[in-house]
């Protein structure tokens, strides 16, 4: 190690919680996580608003809320057009911890890290994570040194296959899909073994690693019915692979936890993070243009014109294509990726007599005013803009689920909730969904064909969750920091992600000041195939409906 730095190593489990670490380790079945909770401390994270990957993950690499570093999601709206793109980090403002350790002269390596593509430069290695445009596998393109990440995948393979549909339509998808998780964490263990291996033989090993395990966020996504026997969801007659589906990979990543401690040197500290937590579905699902429309703030058109046809399109697709078949179609749809989700997600609408609307990403509630001067089509004077806003916000806070709980828990203008350059990307009403008996409340976009109520109650076959029916597990706002080593810094009772980045450089001794008069760099968006590469690979994980 530099003898300037003090070592740090970052095992990064997406979506791990508490809930699951703190009883599974009491079992004895966490060692490796329990020992560096015993040796420091384990405290829950508190994530962003909302708590979701790519706005997460982008405050934990800069220490700025999504309305400084500018993300809130997979996609943005457009400025003044009912259109998205895809962002990725060229949209993100700040530099992150990674650059900032480069810049002092230190040395970093950094594996799956989500909205990192592409990647920046760094002394050392970044691998780009999920949101990468890969077909059959990271390649040497994901990476800050192509030619250093190839000599490490020559002989252990690339960081990542996208091996694994999570839509979740099979039905034996939930018996397989356990062994393809426990597949990966070995394959990204043996690679990080490998990359901190290449990098001491190059005479540059790094002072800060960074290791993103996903595994965690997939099986909690998909298994948290059958690992809680209390979920509205609950399938008694699961396998005993399903019912131990979390431990199992909570066991593994635990085992690649102490693997991965163990070469990088355990007398570094470490820090143990996740970009939020995780907990069960409800049964009931939720349709928030459905209330829009039942509140009379928006209107349907009676024509089925090209956006129902593009969105039928999708649909036809996603429900009749086996998975591979529809991953490859929407792959080759070279450029029309963005356009066509687009098209599906705004679709329908009678602009003229529409007030508000809302893209339905489960990922990010919110709902937009259809804004004259700002829309391509709006409706809403600028006079009238905050009189309608307290209309919809109150309409939110109306709704109820059957039984009369409430359906949104807060609604709330978006410059109550950010502060920053940014905040015009979101929407104009942040809405945080309540929770349904202590389940959460998936938002699945209007099937407009059937006209459903704006609350729906699954049936039986639906309940294992994926694409447009919700996960059966859903994020929370908190997550897990576990630290320990030498002089671990006090995390306090609930510290918060945007804490973690200044913490490590401090703990480093990295400058951690803001720099003043940030230059706010053009977004370098994805090219054509890149655009429906990541189309495919957000649907594939659940992640577009």
Known sequence: ?????????????????????????????????????????????????????????????????????????????????YRLRFVNARDRVGASLFARVSAAGGHVLVLGMPACFPPEPVSGLLVS??????????????????????????????????????????????????????????RKTEFTCEALATLRRRGTPPDLACVV???????????????????????PGASATRRGAIASVYAALDAACGQVREAFGEDALVWVVSDHGMGGASRHVVHLNQHLADCGLLTRR??????????RARDTALRWLPPAAAQRLFRRARGAAAELESRARFGGFDWSRTAAFSEEANTQPGVWLNLRGREAAGS????????????????????????????????????????G??????????VELALDAGYGLSLVPTPWSERPPSVRRLADH????GRGRGMNGTHRPDGVLLVAGPDAPDTGAHPALVDVAPSVLGAMGVPT????????????????????RVAARLRALGYLE
Do not use: N
């Open 1 to 81: 190690m530099s003898s300037a730095f003090r070592p740090c190593l970052i095992l990064a489990l997406d979506g791990a919680t508490l809930d699951v670490v703190r009883p599974l380790a009491a079992q004895g079945r966490l060692p490796h996580l329990a020992r560096i909770a015993a040796e420091g401390a384990a405290r829950p994270l508190a994530s962003t608003l909302p708590p979701v990957t790519f706005p997460a993950w982008s405050s934990f690499l800069t220490g700025l809320e999504p309305g400084r570093h500018g993300i809130f999601d997979f996609t943005q709206k457009r400025p003044g057009r």
């Open 129 to 186: 994570g999920f949101d990468a445009p890969v077909s059959s596998g990271t390649d040497p393109a994901c990476a800050s040194d192509p030619a250093l990440y190839a000599d490490v995948a020559a002989r252990v393979g690339p960081w990542m296959r996208p091996e694994l549909d999570e839509s979740a339509r099979s039905d034996s998808f939930h018996e397989r899909a356990l062994e393809t998780l426990l597949r990966r964490i070995e």
């Open 213 to 235: 395990f996903s595994e965690s966020d997939t099986v909690g996504h998909h298994y948290w019915r059958d690992h809680d026997p209390e979920s509205p969801r609950h399938d």
């Open 302 to 311: 009676r024509e089925r014109g090209v956006d129902w046809a593009a969105r």
């Open 380 to 419: 809403v004077a600028a006079r009238d803009a905050d009189r309608v806003r307290r209309e919809v916000i109150e309409a939110l806070l109306d709704w109820k689920l059957p039984g009369g709980a409430p359906v949104v828990a807060r609604a709330r203008p978006r410059e109550d909730v950010y502060h």
């Open 421 to 430: 350059p940014f905040v015009d990307r979101a929407p104009d009403i942040v």
């Open 462 to 465: 639906e309940l294992g969750g």
């Open 513 to 532: 000041e803001e720099v003043d008069g940030t230059a706010l760099s053009r977004p370098r968006p994805y090219s054509e195939d890149e655009d429906a």
